[in-house]
């Protein structure tokens, strides 16, 4: 079943924080599609199924930047 998650992301500035962001996220396995609005730093993620949090965490720090909150 597929599912959306939505993070907010702290420290994103440019074109290339958003496609490193894009990347690292894309990575993870079930991953169909990322999301990233630079302006307001959301990320949505959209998975096959229930994709962890952690997971997340890990890829966006891989990225160089973090969950906010």
Partial sequence: MPTTSTYTVAGMTCGHCVQAVQTEIG????????????????VAVEGTGPIAA??????????GYEIAG
Avoid: F, M, P, Y
């Avoid at 990575?27 to 959301?42: P, Y």
């Fill in 27 to 42: 990575k993870i396995d079930g991953v169909t599609s990322v999301e990233v609005d630079l302006a307001s730093g959301r």
């Fill in 54 to 63: 952690a997971d997340i965490a890990a890829a966006v720090d891989e990225a």
